[in-house]
């Protein structure tokens, strides 16, 4: 789960990390209220759930600046939030369609004299998180990685102790770091850490962290993003979800407790487990096709699920095929076999099925699916059902 620049910047406050001052808009006029509020000069900045704001361009709009711009007179605020909030803002993240700006943060702008970039993640190499930090901030930090490697420093943290004092002042030193700036960047990574261990972060980062030419530490920027499986521990948390920024058929699937992604190909693809949606994703790639969507139904998928999942795949008018491969360990073939013969009765598709079954009761299954006598195709094995779902999408 993905959560807004503001939102982020609320948590590391709370865990004590120094943040500019800003005020949330939702229209030019409360945009300019925050704006008289501040007393400029201040920073817009469109709230997308998407990176690259600074060098993207809003649609159609013949602005000349992306989601991020310094502004210095009310008049320009005016403006600059009339196309915020009337374009969508389009970046390397968002496709080619841009997001709608419905909130801008107003930020009293900052003087920078240096910026850092700090982030925590996920080491899986050693199982631990670990922060990253780079001397090099305010620029894509993966570009830096593979340029420059060395540049970036890694710290391990502890998941039962955290980040202690010793580790983030040592790091604040070898950044670059000196006299009173050292505690101030020290308290900020340590309120990183926090963040990402309490809440059940997939990913938390600063980028960037800057330092004022009065030599004051700031959080300018920062982005987190949270472990799904983890949200039933932290309400507070779920309640931060901007729906309106979320792909209506993930939020959908999401409900209906499957895990599902839209990509860009024409074979919609039903699956048991996430390993084996990975490898039908790659063998119908391998094949010539191209996968509309990654879809886990789970273990124990029932016929709800199912029929919600094909309700789900169809709605996409770029499937031309599905191909449904189920492997039955938990979920057996004749219970899926039986929930698919209900969804097809249901959601009377248009499109070409082809069903792959495999596993616990796979003859009864099959059985149950030639006996219902509907318009699919069934397949022996994944590689079998690859190549007739390719050739029906074509």
């Given at each position: 789960m993905k959560i807004h620049e503001y939102q982020a910047k609320e948590l590391l406050a709370a865990a004590g990390a120094v943040v500019p001052r800003g005020i949330v808009a939702t229209s030019v006029n409360e945009v300019l209220a925050a704006f008289d509020r501040l007393g400029g000069p201040v920073v817009l900045k469109a709230q997308v759930h998407a990176g690259g704001r600074g060098k993207g361009r809003f649609k159609n709009s013949g602005a000349d600046f992306g989601g991020v711009k310094f502004i210095k007179t009310r008049d320009d605020c005016a403006k600059v939030a009339d196309v915020m909030f009337k374009f969508p803002l389009v970046t390397k993240q968002t496709g080619a369609d841009g997001q709608k700006v419905s909130k801008v943060l107003v930020q009293e702008a900052a003087d920078i004299a240096r910026e850092i970039y700090v982030g925590v993640v996920l080491d899986r190499t050693i199982g631990m998180p670990i922060m990253m930090a780079c001397a090099e901030g305010g620029v894509e930090i993966e570009e830096v990685a593979a340029r420059t490697p060395e540049k970036i420093l890694k710290v391990p943290i502890s998941p039962e102790n955290g980040m202690q004092s010793f580790q983030a002042r040592r790091l604040a030193f070898d950044l670059g770091f000196t006299g009173?700036?050292?505690?101030?960047?020290?308290?900020?990574?340590?309120?990183?850490?926090?963040?990402?261990?309490?809440?059940?972060?997939?990913?938390?980062?600063?980028?960037?962290?800057?330092?004022?030419?009065?030599?004051?530490?700031?959080?300018?920027?920062?982005?987190?993003?949270?472990?799904?499986?983890?949200?039933?521990?932290?309400?507070?948390?779920?309640?931060?979800?901007?729906?309106?920024?979320?792909?209506?058929?993930?939020?959908?699937?999401?409900?209906?407790?499957?895990?599902?992604?839209?990509?860009?190909?024409?074979?919609?693809?039903?699956?048991?487990?996430?390993?084996?949606?990975?490898?039908?994703?790659?063998?119908?790639?391998?094949?010539?096709?191209?996968?509309?969507?990654?879809?886990?139904?789970?273990?124990?998928?029932?016929?709800?699920?199912?029929?919600?999942?094909?309700?789900?795949?169809?709605?996409?008018?770029?499937?031309?095929?599905?191909?449904?491969?189920?492997?039955?360990?938990?979920?057996?073939?004749?219970?899926?076999?039986?929930?698919?013969?209900?969804?097809?009765?249901?959601?009377?598709?248009?499109?070409?099925?082809?069903?792959?079954?495999?596993?616990?009761?796979?003859?009864?299954?099959?059985?149950?699916?030639?006996?219902?006598?509907?318009?699919?195709?069934?397949?022996?094995?994944?590689?079998?059902?690859?190549?007739?779902?390719?050739?029906?999408?074509?």
């Open positions: 009173a700036q050292v505690a101030q960047a020290e308290k900020i990574m340590l309120a990183l850490a926090k963040v990402f261990l309490d809440k059940d972060c997939s990913l938390a980062e600063i980028n960037p962290l800057v330092v004022s030419p009065k030599g004051e530490v700031i959080v300018l920027d920062a982005k987190i993003t949270f472990d799904d499986n983890a949200l039933f521990r932290h309400p507070d948390i779920e309640k931060l979800l901007d729906e309106s920024e979320e792909n209506p058929a993930e939020l959908r699937a999401s409900r209906a407790g499957l895990s599902f992604i839209t990509l860009t190909g024409n074979i919609g693809c039903l699956v048991n487990g996430a390993g084996l949606a990975m490898s039908t994703m790659d063998i119908i790639k391998y094949h010539g096709g191209e996968p509309a969507n990654f879809l886990d139904v789970g273990g124990g998928a029932n016929k709800e699920q199912v029929t919600e999942a094909l309700r789900i795949l169809l709605s996409d008018p770029s499937v031309k095929a599905v191909l449904i491969n189920i492997f039955g360990g938990i979920m057996k073939c004749d219970i899926i076999a039986n929930a698919v013969v209900a969804a097809f009765k249901e959601v009377k598709p248009k499109v070409p099925f082809v069903v792959r079954l495999e596993g616990t009761n796979v003859a009864d299954g099959r059985r149950i699916l030639q006996e219902a006598g509907l318009n699919l195709t069934t397949a022996t094995d994944l590689t079998d059902a690859a190549k007739k779902v390719v050739a029906a999408a074509k």
